[in-house]
């Protein structure tokens, strides 16, 4: 969990994932698409810049927010797979939880 400022300037990020194929060779980001998007970009907005890896974060009200990228093979269109971040944007200086866990009866986190 990132905790940040609701007046933290602009932040640059990069997307960066491991995906390999069927036989466990490396899939290039040349054969892959990948969209992100913001639970709620009243609290952060992500954009991608223009070669799909790469963006900025801003951070506006404060709340919570999570931030999924969507990780899909570009021939097909059919999704690989996802993984996020999770943001607490405050009003004051930030303060932070010390752990925490949920868990999902039966399932397995990757």
Known sequence: MYVVRNDQPDVPFTIDAVVLDSEGEAVGNDRLNFSIQSSDSDVVSVALDDGGVSGTAHFGRSGTASIVVSVSARSTG?????????????????SRISGGTIRFEGLTES
Do not use: K, N, Y
């Not at 993984?83 to 200086?93: L, M, S």
């Open 78 to 94: 059919e999704i690989i797979g996802s993984f996020g971040a999770q943001f607490t944007v405050t009003t004051g200086d930030p």
